[in-house]
């Protein structure tokens, strides 16, 4: 299906290839990116085309599988301790005090990425990043950068997430009387090479030019906003994640205790383990679901079960047929395909980080999208997952991860570059690719 949607489209590309490169499109994007220190972001020479109807479809799906694992995460809540809970989803016993359980059963101020696979017949979602730390809006600018270069006019209805996420903390801190928006790093997150969110801070101050909208670390956060009187006042967009902290949550316990809005706090990670892939095919929780989340999770989400000894050896046997994730990860990270990895191999990795936290999800065979990579006359097929965001209820388009060299898209560890996922209709998509030939 997304091959079809491209085939076109990268035709055109390869055939205007030296004048596309002659302009820059890629190293504009490059540049804008290195610019933000993103070390660990390389641009792909073009966005992929993703088809509206697809797009549309995909977002009713999302909706309805967060809305799902919100019903689960009701009935787990009203049915188990809370201390059970932060041990089934790895929650440090020092960090439980940072978990919202409001917010875990209600979705309030949710931001997520859902990372999806597409298959030669359609889509299946293979991740839920649900998290306010989720990256990858700094594709929509390497597109901004594709157009400006080649002379082609910006789709209008292709804005960036990071527009919506503002306007999303401008509702709040609407309501809520916010004198200050701080984008919130750590020490240690800021050194791993993910960029600087320098646009999403300029939307911010746009949406709001009566508030200070300002970029800290905990290293670097002004002493007297932590008083109540200031604290109060703050809007706080967390950019790390709990094994980010070094200081032992320190630093966030002040922060917490000076009354500042953090918009994620640690329910966020609870409800970004990979298992509720499993929870979402249990048949305890099945009768929770309305039609159109079992219908989802049916459709889009592959059979996915919760490894245990009882089952170990029989999954083993038939690893050529399973993907096994460690619940606690992301990205891409933590995940081994049973037809490319031994036996004993897969055992050991399993055991090493406790069976328990193991899901094992029914292999899917991914579809391949065959594009330029660099700025190069090459192409080569690639293996893509698309992440949709789904910020506060409304999904706000595509981050693209492509690898030629690994079925596992993690860009962290290199295998793998990032492109926008343009949505266009049909006659959108005829327009663009006739503007592509005319160069």
Known sequence: MLSHTNEAFMEAITAKRRTIVARGAR???QDWLDALEARLYVALPQPVLIDRTDYERLGAAARALLSAQLKIARHLVSTQSREALLRRFRVPGHMARFVDWDKFQ???MTVARMDIVPTADG???CEFNVH?????A?????YLRFCRALGLPADPQARSPDYHLAQMYTRIAQARGIARIVILDSVHHASLGYPRHDDLAALLQQMNPGCEVANHREDTYPETWLAPELGERTLVHRMFTYDEITDGCAFLARLADSGAVITNTFEAEMRM????LALLWDDRYGALLDDAEREAVRRYVPPTCELTEDNLGALLAERAQWVFKFNHSYGGDGVLIGASTPADELERAIREKGIENWIVQRFVEAETLTMPYDDSEAVAPHH???????HDGHTCG???RGSASSRVVNLSSGAGKMAWGLVLDAPARRHFIDRIRQL
């Open 398 to 400: 595509f981050f693209v």
């Open 27 to 29: 190293r504009h994007a």
């Open 384 to 390: 893509l997952v698309l992440g949709l965001y789904v």
């Open 106 to 108: 209600t979705g309030a």
């Open 132 to 136: 306010s730390a989720v990256g990858g």
């Open 123 to 125: 889509y299946q979602f």
């Open 273 to 276: 383990s990979k298992l509720w």
């Open 138 to 142: 700094e594709s929509h600018g390497c």
